[in-house]
């Protein structure tokens, strides 16, 4: 579809919407205000991004948005129910609850810790992430020596940084 010469994105990769729905999103947007869309009624909008996305829109935009028995759609939820959808929020708590539950094993090393300290805050969403990494690594280190030591140079030199795995 073209408009004023201006070609539209497209179809959605619903194969792999995942990875590729914030990119076609932010062309549909730019596409949008190009060709003056924003200025038309909010079913025009909302049937040419279903019409742009591909068939398979279609089933998803009934299930998503349709069936909530809303009357007046808006162009805006149809987009945030599209971004529900293709990018679910993840469950951060199960990942805080596997992170500070997380020792290291006795056959791990304090290194191989340390990384899947850092794979596991990743998901966590801390806000102090280095801060939350320090705690895990000195509570869950199984040579309490070593922990001990870690934590005397961090209080010494008055920061994590620098000393194993800080940020």
């Given at each position: 579809m073209a408009t004023n010469g201006v070609r539209a994105p497209g179809e959605l990769d619903f194969a792999n919407a995942r990875e590729r729905w914030?990119?076609?999103?932010?062309k549909f947007l730019r596409y949008r205000a190009v060709?003056?869309?924003c200025d038309k009624d909010e079913s025009q909008q909302?049937?040419?991004?279903v019409y742009?996305?591909?068939?398979?829109?279609?089933?998803i935009c009934e299930q998503l948005v349709y069936s909530e028995g809303k009357t007046d759609k808006k162009f805006d939820d149809v987009v945030e129910a599209f971004e529900r959808h293709f990018m679910p929020r993840s469950n951060f708590l199960h990942y805080r609850v596997q992170f500070h539950g997380r020792d290291q094993k006795s056959d791990e090393t304090v290194e191989a810790y340390i990384q899947e300290l850092h794979q596991l805050a990743a998901k966590c969403e801390f806000t102090d992430k280095a801060g939350m990494l320090r705690d895990r690594l000195l509570c869950g280190m199984a040579d309490k020596q070593l922990a001990c030591n870690v934590h005397t140079v961090s209080n010494c030199n008055g920061t994590w940084r620098g000393t194993v795995g800080g940020e």
């Open positions: 914030p990119e076609w999103k932010k060709v003056g869309l909302i049937d040419t991004l742009i996305m591909g068939d398979e829109a279609e089933g």
